[in-house]
């Protein structure tokens, strides 16, 4: 089994200009815990819910707190993603999926088109564990 056969296809993604406020929207309005980040068709990063977590929401208590909050807000996603992203191509096996993303500490990992860094789906760690699944019944 390869990347290619449990990735989801065209992910939902977002461009280098987007803000980290409309990031987080897309996040919530899709459902997703994962947003690729690309330049043209090439993946140039990833925007996690953990780095959402980083921007301190809770902690905001005062005037002082939602000012600062609401510049990162408007900051581009580049100022909090991930860049220099870890990817594989859509004919790794799965085996090499599973190894990177435990040898990384990854949830998930742009798959990218062999040769290129032109994104073609992306595999999660829910992703590996229905596969996995069908090995169990």
Do not use: C, W
């Amino acid at each position: 089994m390869i990347a290619d056969d449990i990735m989801t296809r065209d992910p939902i993604t977002v461009t280098e200009k987007v803000s980290i406020g409309e990031a987080m929207t897309t996040m919530s309005e899709q459902g997703i815990r994962h947003l690729p980040v690309v330049r043209g068709e090439d993946v140039v990063g990833i925007l996690s819910d953990r780095d959402i977590s980083g921007l301190g929401l809770s902690m905001v208590n005062d005037v002082e707190s939602y000012d600062q909050l609401r510049a990162r807000m408007s900051q581009p996603v580049t100022a909090l993603m991930t860049g220099g992203v870890v990817t594989i191509d859509q004919d790794s096996t799965v085996s090499e999926v599973v190894e990177l993303m435990l040898e990384e500490k990854l949830s998930a990992i742009p798959v990218v088109e062999s040769g290129t860094q032109q994104l073609v789906g992306i595999v999660s760690y829910v992703d590996v564990l229905q596969a996995a699944q069908s090995l169990f019944d």
